[in-house]
């Protein structure tokens, strides 16, 4: 026998409601943590590059590019642009030290129009908690190191640390790691010199 017409709608009903509220729910949260993120990026973003120097919107002032070579990703990757009154004023670039000791590590590299490193940060990464991870831990101002520093300053074969014969601290105990971060934020200032027109003149996506 077949189950009553009535009650076959109302199962009908209930699953459709059932289904949309599930779908609704879904949608809400994927938009939230997109909108977590965005915040999350646009504070980054803030500490890198001072807000008073620019006065575009840098998260909606992006591209997306593609350099496995340089930014050491075989996927696309961010760069956000600062400027003012249409001038460029600074890039910051997502790039990635793929050889670190515990695998990727994610940075964010701010360079001025003149090609100098405004600033680096560590957004990602999977180092050993009180070792590999000493720019969080330990030595929280290791990252500074490479304010004010270009393609030149030191000498390209001076990009690396100090026991490979570089200008750049290791931290205690580990030595992977930072050779990586220094390879990664030599080779993201090596992508800007080559690309640093096309950077600024390429439309936000």
Known sequence: MGMPAKPAVTLAIVAAVLTALVALVASFTRERIA??????IKQRLDALVVPATHDNEM??????????DLLGSSQPVKIYRARRGGAPVAAVIQSIAPD?????????????QDGRLIGVQVIRHNETPGLGDAF??????????????????????????????????????????????????????????????????????
């Open 35 to 40: 909108s977590n993120e965005q915040a999350w």
């Open 59 to 68: 998260l909606e002032d992006s591209i997306d590019v593609l350099a496995p």
């Open 100 to 112: 670190g000791y515990r695998g990727p590590i994610e940075l964010l590299v701010a360079i001025g």
């Open 136 to 205: 969080e831990s330990r030595d929280v101002h290791w990252l500074d190191r490479f304010r004010g520093r270009s393609l030149t300053d030191p000498q390209p074969q001076r990009w690396t640390v100090r026991r490979d014969g570089g200008d750049f601290d290791a931290f205690t105990g580990a030595t992977i790691t930072p050779r990586a971060i220094v390879k990664a934020v030599r080779n993201t200032l090596e992508y800007y010199q080559r690309n640093r027109q096309r950077i600024f003149d390429q439309a936000a996506q």
